[in-house]
């Protein structure tokens, strides 16, 4: 026998095996706490005031965004442009879906690297991202090369300020975290071939309007809105009408939101919702989002339509409308307003912002400070108008190049003193998926409208006053 | 020094070159240590995948540490598992699961081991017929819910437009309470059917077929053999696949998502789905940790459990 039989057993993994696996385990924990990187300084590293040296060598700057119409609308329009003035960069905008948005962004900021270098942010995500360090303070960046004259004082704000400015103003003390990108706000989508070429003017005119446009054209829903619980979808539809209805969502200075978002104006606004609005909209929409409102409107099958400015590119696109086979013909049938007034003229803040990740390596963030300080130059800002963008500028937003660019763009410029933003806390997240999912359950019939609201109102407020909580925090 | 042993060769008479004997391997070298060598990259990859993010989970549930606030993670000894344990939200989650579960992996037993038993009484066309029942179960499930999704739409989907050919009325299959965890149900139904139907196909092909002949000379009724022979004999691997199926539904994840987004208003939330939400809308990482490590546990109790059941069905 070529080898001897063993008379003891040796054991295996022995000691120096065990000691090893051990070791092992130790070295992986310490690497998954992620070293001295969790000390990031809360608020976010300060960005330079002036503008680093910027590399010549080829470079990349990437964005994250979600899938939709602007997103490859920028990448096309920053890779034309841009790159005259930077030719040794490339602009790539990444999306994810939508619902997936908030997780894609912030799962990265978790891990402390990032493979964006410019996280565009709803204006709700600032204060988490803020409040963990995911991006850069810019307020020393934007006094010293951004013309905050040139701005809408409050969307400057909405933004990129945190703490976030009351509605309608800016705290000139408070740090600025990002730019304007891309405005937005809802638009009222009007049939005029069936309702006529005059918008109606306030909320119960348009509900009286879409009840007789439905009544009057079999097939055609009176109106077609978001009901999702997905993303911000419903919770977006209830702050309109709570607003419309002279409602508000909290009191940001005492952090109360039981008893005010369930006052008097809040119920009625849920009743006006669930009781008046949804029997209007189609069968089967209660989980309906930009597309399938979108689709509705682009099949004729709705008579009034809500629906973000940016996404309403589509809906002139005779490739996908069966309302005509041109621009023009669509355009006979469809009408473009502001939101009807009611008690407020408060119309919900959307667009987003520019925001610098704090992880990205030193080359990229100087280049994303040079990108965020060419993209706010007032040429700059007519030519994103013209290229189907949403300007934040005043004198972009007032000039030939937006305006005449498409029918909804005067919709925005007239909205821009009307607009109001939902809660900019760390715990935003939390508090809208709360609201998405009790406003879609009053619209689905699982819930009474006045037990959803009382329902969002009570564990909103049970979020906010478990700030640091310890132990169950999240549930 | 003894002589060098004599080297055989191809050809007798010849004499071999000597060549040097072959080293005698280093002592560290033995058997027991190969196997070592050739194992250890299964093993640290397991270490690394499994064990450790299961041992580095069961820390954080006992600390309050957030994945995205970072800072130190506080023990807060049982608090996270206290608070689930008593939160209503995990009770209501719970018992959709629970619906879930049993409506999906009753419907699929049933449907499965009535497919397979029909099968196995064919002898023609008996490999293509398993095949294409086959084909649902190799798909996404991310697939699956889009398509089933746009099937289900209530305005334009093909399943109302074919209620609607007979002149029955529209259904809300996503959107109503009392249908969307039905159409829950049916989606995980007809995908993992097949799975049931597989694992019953092979016990009943491997019921020796002396016993149905013994039965018939006895002339016992169809009836007879099915619940004395073929029932008895299959039961024990349908059991294991309904342990597998069970396990798989209590995760449900994808389908959720996809196709109802837990609506309407947290209706069709499982389980899984809310750990989601604690872990990725807030970044409550340690109260995640804690659900995600109380899920584990249900699974193995529950398992042990129907193990020993089966154990002792097998004695029996």
Redesign the interface.
């Known amino acids: 026998m070529r080898y001897p039989k063993r008379t003891r057993r040796r054991p295996v993994p022995n000691r120096t095996s065990r000691l090893a696996a051990a070791a092992l385990l130790v070295a992986t924990t310490v690497a998954a706490c992620g070293g001295d990187d969790d000390s990031a300084e809360a608020g976010g590293p300060k960005a330079p005031a002036t503008i680093p040296t910027l590399t010549n060598d080829p470079l990349t700057l990437s964005f994250i965004w979600f899938e939709w119409p602007p997103a490859q609308t920028l990448e096309d329009f920053a890779n034309a442009e841009y790159t005259k003035d930077r030719p040794n960069v490339t602009i790539k905008v990444n999306t994810v879906p939508n619902a997936n948005w908030h997780d894609a962004m912030f799962t990265q900021f978790a891990a402390r690297k990032t493979d964006f270098d410019i996280a565009i942010l709803d204006s709700q995500h600032i204060g988490e991202a803020v409040t963990n360090g995911n991006i850069l303070d810019i307020t020393d960046f934007v006094k010293e090369n951004i013309d905050v004259s040139a701005y809408n004082p409050y969307l400057l704000a909405a933004y990129g300020q945190f703490p976030q400015a009351e509605t309608g103003q800016r705290d000139e003390n408070a740090s600025l975290y990002g730019l304007p990108l891309l405005g937005d706000t809802w638009t009222m989508i009007y049939r005029k071939d069936l309702i006529g070429e005059q918008p109606p003017k306030t909320w119960d005119e348009m509900i009286a309007a879409a009840e007789k446009c439905q009544t009057e054209n079999p097939g055609v829903s009176g109106l077609a809105f978001h009901q999702a619980n997905g993303s911000d979808a419903a919770a977006v539809t209830y702050n309109t009408v709570n607003g419309v209805y002279g409602g508000n969502l909290w009191n940001a200075k005492d952090r109360k939101i039981e008893g005010v978002l369930n006052d008097q104006a809040g119920h009625e606004a849920m009743d006006i919702l669930v009781n008046k609005m949804k029997p209007l909209t189609a069968k089967g929409s209660g989980n309906w989002f930009i597309d399938e409102v979108n689709a509705a409107v682009a099949q004729g099958k709705a008579c009034i339509a809500f629906q973000w400015i940016a996404a309403s590119g589509g809906l002139l696109d005779p490739k996908q409308s069966t309302l005509g086979t041109t621009r023009d013909e669509i355009l006979q049938k469809l009408g473009f307003a502001t939101l009807p007034t009611q008690k407020t003229d408060l119309v919900p803040l959307g667009g987003m912002g520019m925001h610098i990740s704090a992880y990205a390596p030193e080359a990229q963030q100087a280049e994303a400070l040079n990108f965020m300080k060419w993209f706010e130059q007032a040429d700059v800002q007519k030519k994103w108008a013209a290229a189907g963008g949403v300007p934040a500028r005043t004198d972009a937003l007032q000039s030939p190049e937006f305006l005449n660019a498409s029918p909804f763009n005067k919709v925005y410029a007239d909205s821009v003193p009307r607009m109001r933003d939902m809660w900019n806390v760390p715990e935003y997240a939390r508090l809208v998926d709360i609201e998405n999912t009790n406003v879609n359950a009053a619209l689905n019939g699982a819930k009474s409208p006045r037990q959803a609201l009382d329902d969002i109102a009570r564990e909103q407020q049970k979020i906010l006053d478990s700030s640091g909580k310890k132990g169950g925090a999240g549930l | 020094m003894s002589a060098p042993a004599p080297v055989t060769t191809d050809e007798p008479g010849q004499v071999a070159s000597a060549t040097p004997p072959a080293r005698a391997r280093s002592r560290r070298l033995?058997?027991?240590w190969l196997?070592?060598v050739f194992i250890s990259p299964a093993l640290?990859l397991l270490?690394?995948m499994s064990?450790?993010p299961l041992?580095?989970a069961l820390y954080l549930s006992f600390t309050?540490y957030?994945?995205?606030?970072?800072?130190?993670a506080?023990f807060?000894?049982f608090?996270?598992y206290?608070?689930?344990l008593t939160?209503s939200?995990?009770h209501q989650r719970a018992l959709t699961t629970l619906i879930y579960v049993v409506g999906a992996v009753t419907l699929q037993t049933v449907l499965g081991f009535t497919i397979a038993y029909l099968i196995s009484r064919r002898t023609r066309g008996r490999g293509l017929l398993t095949t294409l029942f086959l084909v649902p179960m190799m798909l996404s499930p991310v697939v699956v819910g889009l398509f089933w999704r746009f099937m289900l739409?209530?305005?334009f989907g093909v399943v109302n437009s074919m209620l609607g050919s007979l002149g029955l009325g529209?259904v809300?299959?996503?959107?109503?309470?009392q249908t969307a965890l039905l159409s829950l149900i049916v989606v995980d139904t007809w995908q993992w059917t097949p799975f049931i139907m597989l694992i019953a196909l092979a016990g009943l092909t491997a019921v020796p077929k002396y016993l149905y002949e013994a039965a018939s000379i006895d002339r016992a009724s169809e009836w007879f053999k099915f619940r004395t022979i073929t029932l008895p004999l299959v039961w024990p691997l349908l059991l294991i696949a309904v342990l597998f199926r069970a396990i798989e539904a209590f995760r449900l994840f994808d389908l959720v998502?996809i196709l109802?987004?837990?609506?309407?208003?947290?209706?069709t939330e499982t389980l899984s789905f809310h750990v989601y939400?604690?872990a990725?809308?807030?970044?409550?990482t340690?109260?995640?940790s804690a659900y995600g490590i109380l899920m584990v546990l249900v699974v193995i109790i529950l398992t042990q459990l129907y193990l020993r059941y089966l154990n002792k069905l097998k004695e029996d």
């Open positions: 033995s058997d027991r196997a070592v640290l270490l690394g064990v450790f041992l580095w309050d957030s994945a995205t606030r970072g800072g130190p506080d807060i000894g608090g996270n206290t608070a689930i939160s939200q995990v739409d209530a305005q529209q809300e299959w996503l959107t109503r309470q998502y109802t987004s837990g609506g309407p208003g947290v209706s939400k604690v990725f809308l807030g970044f409550n340690g109260t995640a």
